[in-house]
């Protein structure tokens, strides 16, 4: 059983940075692979950013490839996003997401509660 805690949103204007952490609690936190996923208001979930339970393999959606950047700190059951030049469209809920499968699977097993991120123009 892992739990995951999300923090770091807020509002930011077009252009502008955030920085999202996850914190986990439970065991085997380097079991997991990691992910943020965002839900914008009338559109689907998204995939926006995953990595591996060592950190060496990571994978974008093309809309954050170069702005986004995850990363995790196994000694401290964390994991972070990088969001630079932010742009309205990157406004949604974020939420962070366990894995016990590869980076690449589709299933995510534990979620956290969200934390909204708005981008002003």
């Known amino acids: 059983q892992v739990q995951l805690v999300e923090s770091g949103g807020g509002l930011v204007q077009a252009g502008g940075s955030l920085r999202l952490s996850c914190a986990a609690s439970g065991r085997s936190f380097t079991t997991y692979a990691m992910g943020w996923f965002r839900r914008a208001p009338g559109k689907e979930r998204e995939a926006v950013a995953r990595?591996?339970?060592?950190?060496?393999?990571?994978v974008y959606a093309d809309s954050v490839k170069g702005r986004f950047t995850i990363s995790r700190d196994n000694a401290k059951n964390s994991v972070y996003l990088q969001m630079n030049s932010l742009k309205t469209e990157d406004t949604a809920v974020y939420y962070c997401?366990?894995?016990?499968?590869?980076?690449?699977?589709?299933?995510?097993?534990?979620w956290g509660q969200g934390t909204q991120v708005t981008v002003s123009s």
């Open positions: 990595i591996s339970w060592s950190g060496g393999g990571t």
């Open positions: 997401a366990a894995t016990r499968g590869g980076v690449l699977t589709p299933s995510y097993d534990y």
